[in-house]
């Protein structure tokens, strides 16, 4: 059973009966404001704006030795001891696998039009090429059928960082072939999921999981390479990408789409006057030349390739060309920004450090920075002529509790949310050509090597029970997506 706020005793907590979903129709239909009315003017979205939420399959899918399905990175790094807050893994997580209808219910209650979810690439390749395993494609074509039964868009990621053991013990991201494996493991799940899926996201996040992965040692694999290595892992990373996307075109259905799912760093003027704004132009393209920017140009930058030196990846013109493949759409995970101002340095930027005071989540990485979500689209669509853009993730950590009511009061969510989306809306409303909008996370969920106790859910999740309940962010995403805006 799913714990609800009836709608009046929403009303009764949180205000009038204007905010509940039954007052909608009325509302929806209000003029925009003239200068005749005294009330704002409504922050609306444009019609068809795609309202959505995300996860990713090692965080919420459980069930890691069901179906045939071949152990990851990640269920080796989690089993080892020491690796990740309370030795956490993702062995059961949201059991999602086994309850992804009810988990389409909470979607739908919430009025999403899309969601973005990730496959397993060892559920299909369980030895990360080779023989496929149907069994795991079942899986993901029954969660496709059931979205769709219920209006939902489905928005495919082929790698959130689940990479099949098999391939790290040939090498993992260091190795070229897993560039190429993925290429041919993507191409399959296209060509067999693209009679019902029309976007696809090739990787997630690949800032992340090489940084961290590859650099840092603190997630899956855990390794500390050299910077020559890690340029190279990176430069593995993009190129999968590119053939990635060559592979979805030759093998996909006509018409299909595709995208990347990327953190890009999320450049802000510290202060919105021309040289900051061109200072956070500059960086957003050198602080992201290893990924974004190389994805965007076909060519690293000379800055990126200068500052590596003896210790550039070594890759050939047709990787760039691959590398450098035209895209549909652009996805662009944001949380925390990162300030710059204009300098007087060659490079025409610093990047302004974040003084310990400043306000963040319960992720201490996560700064509550919402201009971000106005910036980071604003600067990309800017410097690369990008024309559609969805943000594929945004979303807090937050210390939810159950309140002896039954319900979560995550208040902090809610403003976090509700100032993000404020900015989102001033870039739109300025022609940021932002189509769409996935909140992370539609659930609590594993959140890698912080375990289960940051939750980033907009539904929480008791993980002995498995019960979902709404927080109060639901509630809040609810009566956005109602509106179509924010007031
Ligand atoms: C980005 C990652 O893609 C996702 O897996 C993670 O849970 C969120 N950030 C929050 O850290």
């Given at each position: 059973?799913?714990?609800?706020?009836?709608?009046?005793?929403?009303?009764?907590l949180?205000?009038?009966?204007?905010?509940?979903?039954?007052?909608?129709?009325?509302?929806?239909?209000?003029?925009?404001?003239?200068?005749?009315?005294?009330?704002?003017?409504p922050?609306?979205?444009?019609?068809?704006?795609?309202?959505?939420?995300?996860?990713?399959?090692?965080?919420?899918?459980?069930?890691?030795?069901?179906?045939g399905?071949?152990?990851?990175?990640?269920?080796?790094?989690?089993?080892?001891?020491?690796?990740?807050?309370?030795?956490?893994?993702?062995?059961?997580?949201?059991?999602?696998?086994?309850?992804?209808?009810?988990?389409?219910?909470?979607?739908?209650?919430?009025?999403?039009?899309?969601?973005?979810?990730?496959?397993?690439?060892?559920?299909?390749?369980?030895?990360?090429?080779?023989?496929?395993?149907?069994?795991?494609?079942?899986?993901?074509?029954?969660?496709?059928?059931?979205?769709?039964?219920?209006?939902?868009?489905?928005?495919?990621?082929?790698?959130?960082?689940?990479?099949?053991?098999?391939?790290?013990?040939?090498?993992?991201?260091?190795?070229?072939?897993?560039?190429?494996?993925?290429?041919?493991?993507?191409?399959?799940?296209?060509?067999?999921?693209?009679?019902?899926?029309?976007?696809?996201?090739?990787?997630?996040?690949?800032?992340?999981?090489?940084?961290?992965?590859?650099?840092?040692?603190?997630?899956?694999?855990?390794?500390?390479?050299?910077?020559?290595?890690?340029?190279?892992?990176?430069?593995?990373?993009?190129?999968?990408?590119?053939l990635?996307?060559?592979?979805?075109?030759a093998?996909?259905?006509?018409?299909?789409?595709?995208?990347?799912?990327?953190n890009?760093?999320?450049?802000?003027?510290?202060?919105?006057?021309?040289?900051?704004?061109?200072?956070?132009?500059k960086?957003?393209?050198?602080?992201?030349?290893g990924?974004?920017?190389?994805?965007?140009?076909?060519?690293?930058?000379?800055?990126?390739?200068?500052?590596?030196?003896?210790?550039?990846?070594?890759?050939?013109?047709?990787?760039?060309?691959?590398?450098?493949?035209?895209?549909?759409?652009?996805?662009?995970?944001?949380?925390?920004?990162?300030?710059?101002?204009?300098?007087?340095?060659?490079?025409?930027?610093?990047?302004?450090?974040?003084?310990?005071?400043?306000?963040?989540?319960?992720?201490?990485w996560?700064?509550?920075?919402?201009?971000?979500?106005?910036?980071?689209?604003?600067?990309?669509?800017?410097?690369?002529?990008?024309?559609?853009?969805?943000?594929?993730?945004?979303?807090?950590?937050?210390?939810?509790?159950?309140?002896?009511?039954?319900?979560?009061?995550?208040?902090?969510?809610?403003?976090?949310l509700?100032?993000?989306?404020?900015?989102?809306?001033?870039?739109?409303?300025?022609?940021?050509?932002v189509?769409?909008?996935?909140?992370?996370?539609?659930?609590?969920?594993?959140?890698?090597?912080?375990?289960?106790?940051?939750?980033?859910?907009?539904?929480?999740?008791?993980?002995?029970?498995?019960?979902?309940?709404p927080?109060?962010?639901?509630?809040?995403?609810?009566?956005?997506?109602?509106?179509?805006?924010?007031?």
């Amino acid at each position: 059973m799913l714990n609800r706020f009836s709608r009046r005793e929403f009303a009764k907590l949180f205000g009038s009966a204007a905010i509940v979903p039954s007052a909608l129709p009325a509302l929806a239909s209000v003029a925009p404001a003239t200068h005749h009315t005294a009330a704002p003017a409504p922050q609306r979205f444009p019609q068809g704006f795609l309202w959505g939420s995300a996860t990713a399959s090692y965080q919420v899918e459980g069930a890691v030795k069901e179906d045939g399905r071949g152990p990851s990175i990640w269920d080796t790094f989690s089993h080892t001891p020491g690796k990740t807050n309370n030795g956490d893994t993702g062995d059961v997580a949201d059991d999602h696998y086994h309850r992804y209808k009810e988990d389409v219910q909470l979607m739908k209650a919430l009025g999403l039009k899309t969601y973005r979810f990730s496959v397993a690439w060892p559920r299909i390749f369980p030895q990360g090429k080779g023989t496929p395993n149907s069994k795991g494609l079942d899986f993901y074509s029954r969660l496709v059928d059931e979205l769709l039964a219920n209006n939902i868009q489905p928005y495919c990621t082929l790698f959130h960082w689940d990479l099949p053991q098999a391939l790290e013990d040939k090498g993992g991201w260091q190795s070229r072939d897993t560039s190429e494996a993925f290429a041919n493991y993507a191409g399959y799940v296209a060509q067999h999921l693209s009679d019902r899926v029309k976007h696809f996201m090739t990787l997630n996040e690949m800032r992340s999981f090489v940084d961290i992965g590859y650099r840092d040692g603190r997630h899956a694999p855990g390794l500390k390479l050299s910077a020559g290595k890690v340029n190279q892992v990176r430069h593995h990373a993009v190129l999968a990408h590119g053939l990635g996307v060559q592979a979805i075109r030759a093998h996909a259905r006509p018409g299909t789409r595709v995208g990347i799912a990327e953190n890009a760093n999320s450049c802000v003027p510290v202060i919105e006057t021309p040289e900051h704004i061109v200072a956070a132009a500059k960086a957003y393209r050198e602080t992201n030349a290893g990924y974004l920017t190389v994805i965007m140009e076909g060519r690293y930058t000379d800055a990126y390739l200068a500052h590596a030196g003896a210790d550039a990846p070594k890759f050939t013109p047709e990787d760039l060309k691959a590398i450098g493949s035209p895209l549909d759409f652009v996805g662009i995970n944001i949380y925390t920004p990162q300030y710059v101002r204009a300098d007087d340095s060659p490079a025409g930027y610093a990047l302004v450090p974040m003084p310990a005071s400043f306000p963040h989540m319960m992720s201490s990485w996560l700064h509550t920075g919402p201009e971000a979500l106005y910036w980071s689209p604003k600067l990309a669509s800017e410097l690369w002529g990008i024309r559609e853009i969805y943000i594929t993730e945004n979303g807090a950590s937050s210390s939810d509790v159950l309140a002896p009511d039954g319900h979560v009061y995550d208040t902090d969510r809610v403003m976090y949310l509700r100032s993000y989306l404020t900015q989102l809306h001033r870039a739109v409303r300025e022609g940021v050509p932002v189509k769409g909008y996935f909140c992370w996370s539609l659930m609590d969920n594993y959140e890698w090597a912080d375990g289960y106790a940051y939750r980033f859910g907009i539904h929480y999740v008791d993980f002995k029970t498995q019960k979902r309940t709404p927080k109060l962010s639901a509630h809040f995403y609810r009566e956005v997506i109602a509106r179509n805006g924010l007031a």
